[in-house]
């Protein structure tokens, strides 16, 4: 076994990556479960569970599979893993050889010092020619503003190594390979061989930010676009030096002061953390463009026994401090979260004054003092008994976690009124053992803090929640038919929340996979189940597409002016014109008159909800 596990680790990624792309998945599964067409995908009776009714559908463009009866999902490799029980090694093997393509492996399966040294040696030498060119390039007059209307000076580029990657196909490739080799750049991150086999430059037209791993040694880069190009953000794909699930910006700098303040804090992005330390908040930290990992909270536990999580507080930023709630039960550091009353990144606080941020960060709480406060928040005294009985329930399952009887007895007291129920009933509720296992009760606490209840063990929605279909074929769409959608699609036409979570990961991540990642369960799971739904068969994908997005901002923008008249806003003669003209040209067709109208909308209706949530604040 030890061998077959030493020669999966030596199958080199490119080859690995060549077989996933040349996999038949229907015709693989087909060898096993009868498929039949259906539109553009393939369904059947599922392989792994027992049904009378097909819902196991595959979808071959994006070479995925994904069961709408046992949740099952995956690729080629999975497949052969999971149905034959195969590992890793032996199913690449298997699809290489169906596929007639000769796999190479890697005798040295731990790299030595002395191997991974030029590529040490090239990304330093990267980061120092990015660094120079933001500094003195011609071409970066406009970055350099950008980064100074950010509050960073020039010796705030120096500390960090800020940089600029001009927009050139092949500058870093000519500059670097003299001296280190194509495939030294190619193992660094970053150049790739182009479909003529030449080097071209991974990143371009980018704010540079270096990653560097614990010891100061540059590993990698996340990039920020400066044009407006997806992804917004871009990193280093995995390498031999980096591995984006336990790597945390800015380490090499802040375990010193974390060790100093006993606490680690953790930001979205880059400027966040750029903006803490200058501020200073010296042990502000960020993930390089992923989620969070218990690999990340492990790290962080060896220098501290606090982590503090200042995100920021749009959706965003709400959703990536619900997926902390997975760690609760799987560390030992305590988990706090930053008190924001600015409603704003703290980018944007270091701006207007720097000394806020240490307030917040000052001002922390614990994460579950935070989860029963937004919890009970959405609930009132005027709901129904059931409701409120519900919810009580729930937070009982939430203060159970807390291992000191004293807390439990302070959140109890603290949160019981605001439900409208006796202390004493919370107190004979938490002698009792708990009704759920812990994988239910880990699903039940992040369901009730995305405004959903649980009965009987099943999540349900407090107010059972509808997907609109059409926003849903939009986002098929901007899955399986992106370039019909791409010029004038955005994100604030998605007044789904899930939607607009997913459409979210997908402008900000370079493929699906990555999109997968970053979303929770939930919303995960709608993007596996979009994977395999067909869009409608048209003939003409662009103009169904454009109908489709016009007759969700029409729908979406009659509402809005019913809420403009009930309020009496000034704008409201405006939007019913727009309103107008755009319905005219849908009934003509005007492509041009249609987008413009419903770009204009949108803004005003974005502008508008903004005015309206500061007013309340």
């Not at 029980?85 to 790299?111: G, P």
């Not at 982590?307 to 039960?329: C, E, K, P």
């Not at 010029?487 to 939607?499: A, H, K, L, T």
């Not at 067709?589 to 770009?599: F, M, T």
Request: hydrophobic share 40%; charged share 25%; proline share 3%.
């Amino acid at each position: 076994m030890k061998g077959l596990e030493n020669k999966a680790m030596g199958i080199i990624s490119e080859d690995i990556q060549r077989v996933k792309e040349s996999a038949d998945i229907v015709a693989l599964i087909s060898e096993h479960v009868p498929l039949k067409r259906a539109g553009r995908r393939f369904s059947g009776r599922c392989p792994f569970h027992e049904e009378k009714t097909p819902s196991f559908s595959v979808n071959p463009e994006l070479g995925f599979y994904y069961c709408f009866g046992c949740n099952k999902k995956g690729d080629a490799i999975t497949f052969l893993r999971e149905f034959l029980q195969m590992d890793f090694a032996e199913a690449v093997e298997e699809l290489a050889k169906k596929a007639n393509i000769t796999l190479r492996y890697d005798s040295n399966k731990t790299q030595n010092k002395s191997t991974l040294k030029p590529i040490y040696e090239c990304l330093e030498a990267a980061a120092n020619i990015y660094c120079e060119l933001l500094k003195k390039n011609e071409n970066a007059k406009t970055v350099r503003q950008y980064v100074r209307s950010r509050g960073f000076d020039s010796q705030a580029v120096e500390l960090f190594s800020i940089g600029f990657a001009p927009d050139s196909f092949d500058y870093m490739a000519k500059k670097l390979s003299v001296k280190y080799g194509d495939q030294v750049l190619v193992d660094a991150g970053l150049c790739f061989k182009n479909s003529r086999g030449n080097l071209s430059d991974v990143f371009r037209n980018r704010l540079m930010f270096p990653i560097r791993n614990p010891a100061g040694a540059v590993i990698g880069f996340g990039a920020r676009s400066l044009d407006s190009t997806p992804p917004k953000y871009k990193n280093t794909s995995e390498t031999k030096l980096y591995r984006k699930s336990s790597v945390l910006y800015n380490l090499d700098k802040a375990k010193s002061g974390a060790v100093k303040s006993g606490n680690f804090v953790v930001c979205e992005g880059y400027t966040d953390v750029i903006a803490m330390s200058l501020a200073g908040v010296t042990q502000a930290v960020a993930t390089c463009g992923t989620a969070a990992t218990i690999d990340h909270v492990n790290l962080m536990s060896k220098y501290v026994e606090r982590i503090v999580l200042a995100f920021d507080t749009d959706s965003a930023g709400q959703n990536a401090t619900d997926r902390w709630l997975a760690f609760l039960g799987e560390t030992k550091a305590d988990i706090y979260v930053a008190g924001n009353s600015a409603k704003k990144d703290p980018a944007e606080i270091y701006l207007e004054d720097p000394s806020q941020l240490c307030q917040m960060v000052d001002a922390a709480i614990p994460f579950l003092e935070f989860l029963l406060g937004r919890i009970v928040s959405k609930i009132s005294l005027d709901e129904s008994i059931e409701m409120r009985a519900r919810v009580a329930q729930e937070v009982v399952e939430i203060i159970r976690k807390h291992p000191s009887p004293l807390v439990r007895e302070g959140y109890v007291m603290q949160f019981a009124p605001d439900l409208g129920f006796e202390p004493d009933w919370f107190f004979e509720q938490l002698k009792k053992p708990s009704t759920q296992s812990k994988k239910s009760q880990k699903s039940a606490i992040s369901a009730v803090a995305h405004g959903q209840v649980v009965q009987d063990g099943k999540v349900s929605k407090k107010f059972p929640k509808r997907h609109d279909a059409r926003q849903r074929e939009l986002l098929r769409l901007c899955v399986h038919e992106p370039h019909s959608v791409a010029r004038y699609i955005r994100g604030e036409v998605f007044r789904d929340s899930d939607y607009r979570e997913i459409f979210d990961a997908l402008v900000e991540h370079e493929n699906i996979s990555d999109a997968l990642a970053s979303l929770r369960e939930e919303t995960g799971e709608i993007l596996n189940q979009i994977m395999v739904e067909d869009v409608a068969n048209v003939e003409e994908i662009a103009p169904y597409s454009l109908d489709v997005f016009s007759r969700v901002v029409e729908s979406q923008m009659k509402e809005f002016l019913h809420q403009l008249v009930q309020k009496g806003a000034d704008n409201t003669s405006k939007v019913k014109k727009l309103i107008d003209t755009m319905t005219a040209a849908i009934d003509k067709g005007d492509g041009h008159i249609i987008v413009e109208c419903a770009n204009e909308l949108l803004e005003i209706r974005a502008s508008f909800e903004a005015e309206l949530t500061s007013s309340q604040i």
